[in-house]
């Protein structure tokens, strides 16, 4: 079964009967110039307009990116220890892939073992360059507890301390996936559903700082908000509070409950 709203196609049905929206960036270029008054019925915009509003558009997406609560994916990568004090993590690097801004969690994985007896042992990640360079002896060779990631342009680096030794041992970092932008005004994107009212109001009140005859009304403001917080409550993934290991403390014992808290 499929359909079409204009070239806003509904259609295929990969699992359980669920619909995939397939949309270019001209249909979301299109919809949001006539949301802001700037095209009529049968209009066509202009070339320059449409190439400005897709930078517009791709700008907004990279900021997205940034941002944990828009992405609704976590992806895990890894790569074998070597034995060096670095990681390069960037399309063409160790872990290749799109360089991330920053890396959500990591662990490392003891593999001699074998199968299904892998072991995994998190990592603390530190924060900060300045974090890192307390360090008295980076060049230390054990088992590692914490690493860094520093998220250099093209090619981020991770450093894991102690460093691990080769063979045997992979490295594994957990970081967001990404909104992939559009190239040109056919190119295409699958997103969840709900992805596609966010992206075309929250563009068309961005095109009131690009084009001054757009009207940029309450209605589409509030739309543009309440289409955010949806996306928002969907993808929130809040982990579990954990205390400093310096600031625990055991359980003490109350003689009028008869319990420990």
């Known amino acids: 079964m499929s359909g079409a709203i204009g070239t806003f196609v509904v259609g295929q049905t990969p699992i359980g009967g669920a619909y995939v929206q397939t949309y270019t960036a001209g249909d979301i270029i299109n919809l949001a110039l006539k949301s802001a008054g700037l095209l009529g019925v049968g209009q066509s915009a202009l070339a320059q307009d449409k190439a400005d509003t897709l930078s517009m558009?791709?700008?907004?997406?990279?900021?997205?990116n940034r941002r944990r609560w828009m992405i609704w994916h976590l992806i895990d990568i890894a790569a074998e220890t070597t034995g060096a004090q670095k990681y390069s993590v960037g399309i063409g690097g160790d872990f290749d892939v799109?360089?991330?801004d920053q890396i959500e969690a990591a662990y490392f994985r003891q593999v001699i073992t074998g199968q299904p007896n892998q072991v995994d042992y998190p990592l603390t990640i530190i924060k900060s360059y300045e974090d890192y360079a307390l360090i008295a002896l980076k060049s230390l060779v054990s088992w590692?507890?914490?690493i860094f990631y520093d998220a250099a342009q093209p090619i981020g680096y991770v450093y894991p301390w102690p460093i691990p030794q080769a063979s045997g041992y992979f490295l594994h970092l957990v970081i967001k996936d990404t909104i992939n932008g559009f190239a040109s005004l056919t190119s295409s994107v699958n997103l969840p559903p709900e992805y596609f009212e966010t992206i075309w109001t929250n563009l068309t009140?961005?095109?009131?700082?690009?084009f001054p005859g757009a009207v940029i009304t309450d209605q589409l403001k509030g739309l543009a908000v309440s289409s955010l917080e949806t996306i928002k409550s969907a993808n929130a993934q809040?982990?579990?509070?954990?205390?400093p290991p310096g600031l625990g403390r055991g359980g003490l014992y109350n003689i009028y409950s008869d319990q420990v808290y």
Do not use: H, S, T
């Not at 809040?238 to 205390?243: D, E, G």
């Open 57 to 64: 558009l791709n700008g907004m997406i990279g900021q997205w």
């Open 98 to 100: 799109v360089r991330p």
């Open 144 to 146: 590692p507890a914490w």
């Open 205 to 210: 009140v961005r095109l009131g700082a690009l």
């Open 238 to 243: 809040i982990p579990n509070l954990q205390m």
